[in-house]
């Protein structure tokens, strides 16, 4: 589904991501991994296509195609799907509405009629209730004023609106209460399907216990230094990074 | 008479019974007074220079139709070319309890005597062209509103047009105003009004803006509030290429509520002013000023907020807030909300912002399958909403989202933002 080769990534000439391999088919999950300021962050906006970066080298092929050539709306349009860290507030938007607009804009560019009132209404209800989102909230402005843990299930909201073939989720978890993170994990576990994947960013092995990931990968100083099992969440999350990092000195 | 003011000199003085004492204090003015420069504070960021270099002309003129000069269908609309009363297009039957008169068929016209310096106040009396008398008799509920209607026609034509609005107590009432041109460049709409609100009385302005691009407007709409009255008016700016506005409210009695609303959407090289001045005299009042702006290209836009207090007015709710919505690196806001207070048992805030839209929101947007330009029309709609949200009328708020796609492109469906 994704292929990402030796990609090199900077910000204000400043190198972040050094080298980054990773390829993730339909039906996986994976999980990626790493200490704060590592790259994690920055490797889910430049696969949904924030501008601030200069990519120096490496690419990526979504679904065959080269995604870094491609508009960030047309990523969003081909199924990528990024669930994110800080979400903004737009006041004055209301959710509903701008997802109508999004699945729209997704539908055309599929060649698809767009949908009817009834049937959006109807997915609304449906896709609400299984992140337990509030219909008032759901039809706010966008996370106007919404709790940390409100704007995470607003996210799994859209993402299941959406129907995404690749979903990004980026810290979904941080910050979440128990309830909530069973709420969101159950959401994501209940999209997944033999036809699409999801890349789970974490800090914490507890997101691992609901969302089984069939690969953990450990992202260190802007590359991929370890890939594993499930089982190695557990091992970082006993161990800490800095035995990653001797490992690395070793070799 | 004063060689800065050649612009006039091809016209005619009033032919209408405006009362003496006035005439001869406008006169006074024009003779003794030049244009504004930018050295003139309350015209520091809004060059009336150009006007100044037209050698105007008010020629009679007529238009065949209103179909695409009009805010609303109305069985009750009048029509001004030119300052002049158009009767063939205008309706010559009210709703009970509103009474119409064209100013050129009264006996006498009365109107305040001072002009305190300013030239287009004393320019419009004194060579006024016509205008309307609007009584809304005592204890009238008027659910329909009364459309008033301006056109400025051809080239290098000045209309000196003027309404006068007695709302008398207990009554309530809506004008809305439409100002558009047809075929017209170079030409100056110089408009005034005398509003009274009585006691008890709503009374609501609904104003749209919408010359073409080349053509001036100033205008002046000075409203005295009697005891427990409201006051609002809604103005929205489409078009035009210089436009001034000055609000002047007097609140002269308790218990009063006065609301400006306005937004202005400006794109090329429009200019659009707005001075308001709010005089709370009495105790117990309150205010609301909301001006919100979306600025394309190289439109350019001021804001001068002014709310007195003064010394004996407690109990003062006084807000003020203009925001203004930068499209273009080109575009550019002066804003300077001022409040006066010398009352020391009052409430008032006033706020003015200036930026572009939100890149996080754009972009979060995108990811989610919008395109650019559906993002930014979304942002920019819900911004603007809030203004047009205070709009009581919904045919008036119809023909704003009409001519908002027609002049942006924006496909706004107004029930996404209420
Ligand atoms: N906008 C930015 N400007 C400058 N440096 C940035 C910016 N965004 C991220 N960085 C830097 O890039 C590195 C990686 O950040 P990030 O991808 O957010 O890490 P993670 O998500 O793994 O915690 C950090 O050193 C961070 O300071
Ligand atoms: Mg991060």
Redesign the pocket.
Known sequence: MITIKNLHAN??D?A?LKGLNLEVKAGEVHAIM?P???????LASILAGKE?YEITEGSVSFDGEDLLEMETEDRAREGLFLAFQYPVEIPGVSNINFLRTAINEKREHLGEDPISAKDFMALVREKSKLVELDAKLASRSVNEGFSGGEKKRNEIFQMAMLEPKLAILDETDSGLDIDALRIVANGVNTLKSDNNATIVITHYQRLLDYIVPDFVHVLYDGRIVKSGPKELALELEEKGYDWIKEELVEA | MNNNLKFITGLTPTKLSVNTAAQKNASHVLDTTELPTTRTEAWKYTRVAKIGKIDFKNEASTVTSIDDKKVIDSPHTLVFVNGRFSKELSADTFPAGVSVKPLSTLDGISTQEEFEGDIFGALNLAYLNDGLHITIEKKAVVEEPIQVIHILKGEAQLSNFKVQIDAEDFSKATVVQGFFSDDASNSFVNYTSDIQVGVNTHFTIEKIQDEEAGNFHIGTDSVSQGKDSTFTINTITLNGSLVRNNLNIDVIGENCTTNLNCGYLLKEKQHVDNHTVVDHRVPNCNSNELYKGVMDENSTAVFNGKVFVRQDAQKINAFQSNRNVLLSDNATVNSKPELEIYADDVKCSHGSTTGQLDDDAIYYLRARGLSKSAAVQLLVSAFIAEVIAEVGNEDVKTYIYKRLNERFGWDINPEDFG
């Open positions: 910000i204000e400043k972040i790493g704060n300021g590592a790259g994690k962050s920055t601030d």
